[in-house]
Structure formats: structure tokens, C-alpha cells
């Protein structure tokens, strides 16, 4: 499978939070917490579960900071 983005991080699944529609998926990179939000269809139709190896793929078109 080809795929556009190019930020690829392999990570580790530490926690999935489901909801009633979405969920939290919590990842290690490295040390580093990643959060992607994604649809609980989604976790499911992957099987993900805590300790998984994944990869977290960042497509970002823009990023805020706000203090």
C-alpha cells in the first residue's frame, strides 16, 4: 500500500480509550506520547489492542500554539 504522507513513526500502543463513536489511542515513540483520534470502527477493524507495534502517521496541514 502506497501512502501520501510521508511523517511514518513506528510506536508501541500504550492505551485505547474507547468512546461510543470515537476513540483514544495512546502511543509511545521513542519516549514521546502520541494521541490520534480515530473512529472506534477503526480500532476495531484493526484488531488494535494495548502493545501493539504500529505506525502513527502525521499529515498535518497546520499546527497552532496558543499560551
Known sequence: MKISGRNKLPATVKEIIKGSVMAKV?????????????????????????????????KATEMMVIK
Not at 521513542?30 to 502525521?58: M, R, Y
Open 26 to 58: 495512546v502511543m509511545d515513540y521513542q519516549g514521546v506520547e502520541l494521541v490520534a483520534a480515530i473512529t472506534v470502527d477503526s480500532v476495531e477493524d484493526l484488531k488494535l489492542v494495548v502493545g501493539d507495534n504500529v505506525t502513527a502517521l502525521i
